[in-house]
């Protein structure tokens, strides 16, 4: 499924170079800048701005904005999962992406809207075009190496360096705007910042709607479905899903985590019976993938803080005050892509 490279993959076109790698990787990492870009651009302001629009600023509020946002990301990551399989099965990974693209931007100016119902029902579409969009392309730039190809880790590495400079530059961007131009720190412009991060979104979908022809028919629809029929279909399904997703960021926290947790015994239990069905090597790397799984998921639920429990605490607690310059708490969202900008040449080089 998305993400998976197959030993059967066929080999890619004669791209063009560029600095070492098929020219498409860096329309790829342009595309990917933007849609990171508008992603996390909105991270640091969404449960502050719960709390102020939704709460009254009362630290009461901090609860469940947490829970709020932690049902998003939850989703978030659940989408990719069904994302994966339209794109796979259905409309190919180029409409994917550009249909995510158009989605994704709906959602992120609908959360500019004042109204908490609104608020939610834009969160649910983000979360939709972003199954749609997030996981598709990181697979078309493993389609666009050759199996066995040893710039392709390099590649992935210089990919991933785009994700992390749009994840860096936003916080730094939408803070500015927010809190200096059309806010103060005091009473920052929430809505700036999910409107920057939607034309950021519509940049993306600009840019990889240009520059797709590059990839010389990788990704393209399945072969008898490249009508316009697959691509409203879609779009009516979203259209179904977003208000499902809604229900389930409404339900509560707890109950969503019930309802992820049955769908993920779920989802290992079909892997398994698959692996088991395919032969023993199949069996075997299927559990050791349930295994990854499992810290995986570990991982992001403490990387993941940094958006709600770690905003609050350099929000509130932290002394960010560097003599008479005081650190905004949007800048925190930055440290970790810097640490990985800066060491991500290295790292390419290595497995190069």
Do not use: C
Not at 79 to 95: C, S, T
Not at 180 to 209: C, E, H, Q
Not at 263 to 289: C, P, S
Request: cysteine-free; overall charge neutral; hydrophobic content about 55%.
């Amino acid at each position: 499924m998305s993400g998976a490279v197959l030993p059967n993959q066929p080999a890619p076109p004669d791209y063009a170079q560029l600095m070492g790698h098929p020219r498409p990787l860096w329309m790829l990492f342009m595309s990917e800048f933007w849609e990171r870009f508008a992603f996390y651009g909105i991270r640091w302001a969404l449960v502050l701005y719960i709390v102020a629009q939704f709460h009254g600023g009362d630290p009461s509020g901090q609860q469940p904005a947490g829970l709020i946002y932690g049902s998003y990301l939850a989703l978030v990551y659940a989408g990719a999962i069904f994302g994966g399989l339209v794109a796979d099965k259905y409309l190919g990974y180029q409409r994917s992406i550009l249909v995510g693209a158009v989605i994704m931007a709906l959602g992120l100016f609908m959360i500019s809207v004042p109204n908490e119902n609104i608020f939610k029902l834009g969160l649910a579409t983000i979360v939709v075009g972003n199954g749609l969009f997030k996981p598709i392309i990181s697979t078309l730039v493993g389609k666009i190496y050759a199996v066995g190809d040893e710039r392709r880790d390099s590649g992935f590495t210089i990919f991933y360096m785009g994700i992390n400079l749009g994840a860096m530059i936003s916080p730094i961007l939408t803070q500015v705007l927010a809190e200096r131009v059309f806010g103060t720190a005091d009473v920052p412009a929430y809505k700036v910042v999910f409107i920057a991060a939607g034309i950021g979104m519509l940049i993306s979908l600009f840019w990889f709607w240009m520059g797709r022809g590059q990839l010389k028919g990788v990704g393209e629809a399945p072969e008898g479905a490249n009508g316009i029929g697959r691509i409203v279909t879609v779009f009516v399904g979203a259209a179904v899903v977003v208000p499902i997703v809604y229900f389930l960021l409404a339900m509560g926290a707890e109950k969503l985590q019930m309802v992820l947790t049955a769908m993920f015994i779920l989802l290992a239990i079909m892997l398994v019976v698959e692996g088991v069905k395919t032969g023993a090597v199949a069996r075997d790397k299927v559990i050791a993938m349930l295994i990854i799984f499992a810290f995986n998921i570990l991982f992001w639920m403490f990387f993941e803080q940094a958006g709600s429990s770690f905003t609050f605490l350099a929000d509130q607690i932290v002394d960010r005050d560097l003599g008479g310059f005081v650190f905004p708490t949007a800048w925190f969202q930055s440290v970790n892509s810097v640490a990985i900008i800066t060491r991500a040449p290295l790292i390419a080089w290595i497995w190069v």
